[in-house]
């Protein structure tokens, strides 16, 4: 089992940054693919961005490419996701996830439902 603890959310101005971090511990070994995903109030829980455990470019959602990266640290067992020029639309709760399976792409891991593990999620609330 792997257990996955985000933390980093808060309140920001629009324009403003944050650091999530995702701390996951256990079987960590196990784990192939990391990623967030986001879920606004009254919709669907959305993709982010994700990245592989061991090498390769991560893979972003369009509405975030350029403005947030994620970013790993094995040693940790920690994965970041910097996020500037926040946006109030980017204001959700913001869960970290796991996958066991190795899959050909990073693009694959972008499937929520493909996901193993979760964490409970960290608020994120941009002002504007």
């Known amino acids: 089992q792997v257990q996955l603890v985000e933390s980093g959310g808060g309140l920001v101005q629009a324009g403003g940054s944050l650091r999530l971090s995702c701390l996951a511990s256990?079987?960590?070994?196990?784990?192939?693919?990391m990623g967030w995903f986001r879920q606004a109030p009254g919709k669907e829980r959305e993709f982010v961005a994700v990245?592989?455990?061991?090498?390769?470019?991560?893979y972003y959602i369009d509405s975030v490419k350029g403005r947030f990266t994620i970013s790993r640290d094995n040693a940790k067992n920690t994965v970041y996701l910097q996020m500037n020029s926040l946006k109030p639309e980017d204001t959700a709760v913001y869960y970290c996830?796991?996958?066991?399976?190795?899959?050909?792409?990073?693009?694959?891991?972008?499937?929520?439902?493909?996901?193993?593990?979760w964490g409970t999620g960290t608020l994120v609330t941009v002002s504007s």
């Open positions: 996830a796991a996958d066991k399976t190795a899959r050909s792409s990073t693009s694959y891991y972008s499937n929520q439902y493909g996901m193993d593990y």
């Open positions: 256990g079987r960590t070994s196990s784990i192939y693919g």
């Open positions: 990245i592989r455990r061991s090498s390769g470019s991560p």
